[in-house]
């Protein structure tokens, strides 16, 4: 067996998928998840990107659905996170409004993630390090605040937090460890990118949102596919088991290796 094919197998990945199928599958698994945990819904940060999107209508289409088949009301609530002020907010709001949103909340992370970045430039400063923290890491108390917030009120509602994380991001570990990794559930881990798209066309995801740059937004100008160095084209027909050219499999395959630690269970003894 190939790499790429342990690959496959590993993250389930399938070479061609059927939307309306996919969708029953996920949302089926959703509502029975939720019934089993004794929930009254789900909990999704909406970005205004795409992943979250899709994860948006596969949700409130489970709650929907719960709703109308136990006469007791089930919920997803929406929770916007900006940093401050928020370029694209406006994707946010229409991600809500295309799948009928009954309930949103949004929490500003700045005051937060300034607070804690301070603390740790104190903490740095006694260990002899005078600077400011990167922007990467910087970047991942930014996830890891947002995580937080998801949790505090998802306990606070008996909601289960349900994550946007998927095969092409699985595959190169591109998330913050306990941070927008940390969830309760994820209803597109088998689906590489471009089946997370075709998934979005189908659920009715707004144009915009669709043709929008792949971004996690943790600092200016970041893209997935720059700081990545590999296009999600590339990434997902490695994934459905195509060829791809060869610099791009080794750099795939190198991120995979590099990053097992955030896939696999905390390693004890
Ligand atoms: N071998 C090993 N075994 C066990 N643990 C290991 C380890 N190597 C590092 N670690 C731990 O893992 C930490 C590094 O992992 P992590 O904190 O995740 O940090 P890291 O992998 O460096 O960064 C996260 C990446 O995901 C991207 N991201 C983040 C958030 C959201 C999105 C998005 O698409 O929205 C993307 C971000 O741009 C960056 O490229 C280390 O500080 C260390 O504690
Ligand atoms: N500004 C934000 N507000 C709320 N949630 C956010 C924000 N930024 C990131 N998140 C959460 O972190 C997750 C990971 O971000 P990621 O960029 O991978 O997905 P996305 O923004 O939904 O789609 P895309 O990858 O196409 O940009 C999001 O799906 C969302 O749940
Ligand atoms: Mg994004």
């Known amino acids: 067996m190939s790499l790429q094919e342990e690959i496959i197998a590993e993250l389930g990945v399938k070479a061609v998928i059927d939307e309306e ?24 940060a909406i970005s205004g990107g795409l992943d979250s999107a899709v994860v948006t209508g596969l949700c409130k289409k489970a709650t929907d659905e719960l709703t109308e088949e136990n006469g007791a009301e089930y919920m997803t609530l ?12 406006d994707h946010s709001y229409a991600v809500a409004r295309a799948f009928d949103l009954k309930h949103t909340a949004e929490t500003n992370i700045e005051d937060t993630v300034t607070e804690i970045a301070l603390e740790a430039e104190q903490g740095l400063k006694q260990l002899g390090v005078h600077r400011h923290l990167t922007p990467q890491g910087k970047g991942n108390v930014k996830a890891r605040t947002r995580m ?46 471009r089946q997370v798209r075709q998934l979005g066309r189908y659920l009715g995801v707004p144009q915009e949102i669709l043709d929008k740059v792949p971004t996690a937004g943790l600092w200016a100008g970041q893209t997935d596919e720059k700081e990545l160095g590999i296009s999600y084209d590339e990434n997902s027909d490695y994934l459905e088991g195509k060829e791809i050219s060869a610099a791009a499999k080794e750099r795939l395959e190198s991120y995979y290796k590099r990053t097992a630690h955030k896939r696999n269970r905390i390693p004890g003894i």
């Open 21 to 44: 199928t996919e969708v029953r599958k996920r949302v089926d698994f959703l509502k029975s998840y939720v019934t089993d945990a004794k929930a009254k819904g789900l909990l999704i």
């Open 78 to 89: 929406g929770v916007f996170q900006p940093y401050g002020e928020q370029e694209d907010i």
């Open 148 to 193: 937080v917030m998801q949790y505090a009120l998802a306990f606070e509602l008996n909601l289960l937090v349900a994550g946007a994380d998927h095969a092409s991001e699985a595959i190169t570990g591109f998330y913050t460890k306990w941070g927008d990794g940390a969830v309760d559930i994820t209803p597109m881990s088998t689906l590489n990118k």
